[in-house]
């Protein structure tokens, strides 16, 4: 009687390392540690005899989110009690306390291939996962979780189980076929394990699971020697161990080597990106240079034309300074010149109001000594005649004089407003004007002598008539001498009044002059005022364009430090990464 004893499954976590370089999880499954343990539990139970049947292989769970920890659910290790029925060991998977099932290799070729699926599953996660997938359901739509593959794990006990009471009906006496089934058995787990890490989600693991079904189907073979079939399972795990690991350093080589190359090609990168950077660096240095030296060169332009600004300010200002007191002196001699050709206008107004009083007196006493002596009226009224043409010829002469005095002030009008090429011109026209007036003068005066003469005849005529007149003729005597006395003062006062007309001319011409000098000064000076004015103006705008280039220097300058900053502290990570990737490989090459 064989009693069997079941063992509950249990949830056991497979310890795995995971390697991260470059931001992307590498996840290697610690296999060898796990085929130790299985190992040493096999020896254990083959000395109790008892058989240890691995139920499933690893079903990898990618669980942290920062891919740095990767737990393998195992499903449970079911262990069950065996004994000899008919000179045979009997495997069973049923519950059955009193089972007395015949064993077969169907059910354990069963198991096996559903071992084969589960870890193709995993291999195909973690291509996927190694090729750069994004998207976490893609990669997790096939893994449930640890409850579910503990039921999931029952219901394979269960159909396990079905699979070995339908088999168990058959005979089982086909030793021939099995050894053949063995190579097939063979070449399709060399064909597997060649493609599991090839394979993906699409078309593959449809193509796997036809080639296991078809497998299945057509394996159908007879239960052997249980020696033989341990041996040969023995020899097989060892073979697919090997096999695995000689495909893990395959797998660690091409990782390396693509690693190698990535951090290659990022060197290559951080290499170039530091030649660019030192270029742009010594483009800057040199704009700075350049706008150093412009800098320079515009400080030295500003400093000369200042300096000649302020020797021309100088000199512009020792030259007024010159002008000044002359402009002042002249001034005052006009102020005089004018002051005394009004005192003689004044006094030549008293003289000839004067003589209008005498004239008025005499043609008074005229008409008196007119109205005593009949004959005396005659004489009078001829020598009142003569005295009126006297006077015509006086108040001609003034008029004349007036029409001269017009004259001149118009000359000297236009004489001002004449270019200084035309002056001579104008002077010897103004003396021959002088001169035509001085003979006009003279014919008056030769005309009032000839006049006197005439009177004197008269008077010589008309003595023995006046004998009695002594008294009037001596007043007529007196107004004559007063007015001769008058003429004369008339005469060098209008003398002295052209001389005066002559120095005010020319007084007035120096004025003109020197006005025209200071004008031409204050003109220089303003336009100087000016050139300073936009030479001030030209250096603001240049030390607010210098402010402005420094500015940019400083703005270059801290860019430069930045990006050198940049640039040591990207160097900085470039060395850590290095050695870390270089820790990494070592470690790896370790293992």
Not at 68 to 75: G, N, P, V, Y
Request: glycine share 4%.
């Amino acid at each position: 009687m064989v009693t069997g004893k079941s063992i509950p499954p249990q949830q056991k976590s497979v310890p795995s390392s995971t390697n991260v370089a470059f931001g992307r999880g590498i996840t290697t499954i610690t296999r060898r540690k796990q085929q130790q343990q299985l190992n040493e539990k096999q020896n254990y139970l083959n000395k109790n005899n008892k058989t240890i049947i691995r139920r499933s292989g690893s079903a990898g769970q990618l669980a942290d989110n920062n891919r740095r920890e990767s737990t393998i659910s195992t499903s449970a290790v079911s262990i069950f009690n065996t004994s000899t029925q008919n000179s045979r060991k009997v495997v069973c998977n049923c519950r059955n306390g009193n089972c007395k099932c015949v064993p077969s290799m169907a059910f354990l070729e069963g198991v096996y291939v559903q071992n084969l699926q589960t870890q193709i599953e995993v291999l195909e996660l973690e291509n996927a996962y190694l090729r750069g997938a994004t998207d976490r359901g893609a990669l997790f739509a096939k893994q449930p979780t640890t409850e579910d593959n503990y039921y999931n794990n029952i219901q394979k006990q269960r159909n396990s189980s079905n699979l070995f009471n339908n088999y168990e009906k058959r005979k089982i006496n086909k030793k021939e076929e099995f050894g053949d089934k063995k190579e097939e058995i063979l070449l399709n787990n060399l064909l597997l394990k060649k493609e599991k890490r090839v394979g993906f989600f699409n078309g593959e693991n449809e193509k796997r699971k036809e080639i296991i079904k078809d497998w299945e189907e057509s394996f159908d073979y007879s239960g052997g020697d249980d020696s033989d079939n341990n041996n040969w399972k023995r020899r097989n795990e060892e073979r697919n161990i090997k096999e695995e690991e000689e495909e893990e350093k395959r797998f660690l080589i091409l990782e390396r080597r693509k690693e190698k190359k990535e951090f290659e090609e990022r060197e290559d990168l951080v290499k170039q990106e530091i030649r660019i950077k030192e270029a742009e660096i010594s483009r800057i240095k040199g704009e700075r240079q350049e706008l150093e030296r412009k800098l320079r060169l515009a400080e030295g332009k500003m400093s000369d034309e200042r300096r000649s600004l302020h020797t021309e300010n100088v000199e512009l200002q020792r030259r007024l300074e010159g002008l000044t007191p002359l402009l002042a002196e002249k001034e005052t001699k006009l102020i005089k010149l004018e002051q005394e050709i009004e005192i003689l206008n004044n006094k030549l107004k008293q003289q000839i109001k004067e003589i209008e009083n005498l004239k008025i007196n005499l043609e008074e006493k005229l008409k008196e000594n007119l109205k005593q002596k009949s004959e005396g009226e005659r004489i009078e009224q001829r020598f009142k005649l003569n005295i009126e043409t006297l006077n015509n010829e006086l108040e001609e002469s003034k008029i004349r004089e007036a029409d001269l005095e017009r004259e001149l002030s118009e000359t000297k009008i236009k004489s001002e407003q004449r270019e200084a090429s035309y002056r001579r011109e104008e002077h010897e026209r103004y003396q021959r004007v002088i001169d035509e007036l001085n003979e006009q003068l003279q014919q008056t005066n030769e005309r009032f002598e000839r006049s006197e003469r005439e009177r004197n005849e008269a008077e010589i005529k008309i003595d023995e008539l006046r004998q009695k007149n002594d008294i009037l003729e001596m007043e007529l005597e007196l107004a004559h001498d007063k007015m001769s006395q008058q003429q004369e003062t008339s005469r060098t006062l209008e003398e002295k009044q052209r001389e005066l007309h002559l120095q005010e001319k020319e007084h007035r011409s120096a004025q003109v002059r020197a006005q025209r000098e200071l004008e031409a000064l204050q003109s220089l000076s303003q336009s100087l005022a000016n050139e300073n004015k936009g030479l001030r103006e030209e250096r603001a705008d240049l030390e607010e364009r210098i402010g402005e280039l420094t500015e940019m220097l400083n703005i270059r300058e801290n860019r430069v430090k930045r990006a050198a900053e940049l640039i040591n502290e990207f160097l900085e990570r470039y060395r850590l990464t290095s050695g870390r990737l270089k820790q990494q490989i070592g470690r790896q090459a370790e293992e």
